[in-house]
């Protein structure tokens, strides 16, 4: 495959197990060092709506960070653990069925919950608009700040995987490779997939962040990486 490029950013090793939970008090903005935390605005989550057209006008314009990832990865529960708030993005009964991007605004940025790819039940068509929306969103929309790239910890990359690693690489976003469900394996196995999925990869054990909305392994630690895109975004855009 052709590797995502070195821009695939990763965080601290987050294979220890999580010390109780982080210190977040509402909403992932929360985790903002304490100089750009905007006192009283911490818990401001706003649900924007769901578009169907990739390159929906966002008002007012912000830095966008999109999760991305295969259906049924378990991109709807790490956003609402990431946003502390249970049902913001629904857990869906129906995967692989939505063809629009949810967007909800934080006092700094969107996150754009993209479409799940790769639903092997989905009818062509269906799979057909996904990926349209999915490779004009990537490759065109220029308020990107950076993607969460979500993968089961428990499966090895799959071709739809490799097909958007294709674009990450084309458009040059910074990439934060993020592996789901930790918690479905026992310690030294999430060492192990980390090394395996890290490898296949090309990238360093430590470039990939393990993460579990069970039990909130890495989600602070995600939080932080995804204030850090926002962060380059934002004095990218201030640049004259
Ligand atoms: P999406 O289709 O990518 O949005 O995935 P969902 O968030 O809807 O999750 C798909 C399934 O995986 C659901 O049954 C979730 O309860 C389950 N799931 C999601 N995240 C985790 C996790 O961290 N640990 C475990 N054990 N299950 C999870």
């Known amino acids: ?21 982080p210190e977040i008090t509402g909403g992932f ?13 911490l818990s401001t989550v706003e649900f924007v709506g769901t578009f169907p057209d990739p390159m ?29 708030r249970p049902g913001m993005a629904r857990v869906s009964a129906t995967p692989g069925k939505t063809r629009a991007l949810n967007v909800f605004r ?5 996150l754009v919950d993209l ?11 269906t799979r057909a608009a996904i990926e349209k929306i999915l490779d004009r969103y990537i490759l065109e929309r220029n308020s990107v700040a950076g993607v969460v790239w979500l993968l089961d910890i428990r499966r090895d990359p799959s071709v739809d995987d490799e097909r958007i690693a294709q674009h990450f690489s084309k458009r040059g976003h910074p990439v934060l490779a993020v592996l789901t469900k930790a918690d479905k394996l026992t310690h030294s196995g999430q060492l192990a997939r980390t090394r395996a999925i890290a490898r296949s990869l090309g990238l360093e054990h430590d470039q990939v962040q393990l993460t579990s909305s069970e ?3 890495g989600i602070a630690e995600l939080a932080d ?12 855009e201030r640049k004259p």
């Open 115 to 125: 479409p799940g790819y790769g639903y092997a039940k989905a009818d062509k068509t």
């Open 29 to 41: 903005i929360a985790s903002e060092p304490p100089a750009v935390r905007q006192p009283g605005r």
């Open 225 to 236: 990486s995804v204030m850090e895109l926002v962060r380059v975004k934002s004095e990218e």
């Open 1 to 21: 495959m052709t590797r995502p490029d070195r821009r695939i950013v990763g965080q601290a090793d987050s294979t220890a197990q999580p010390e109780g939970p």
């Open 106 to 110: 934080l006092p700094r940025f969107y």
């Open 56 to 84: 929906v006008t966002l008002d007012p314009p912000l830095p966008e960070v999109a999760f991305v990832g295969r259906s049924n990865v378990g991109k709807s529960s790490l956003i609402n653990a990431l946003l502390r």
């Open 215 to 217: 039990t909130g392994l």
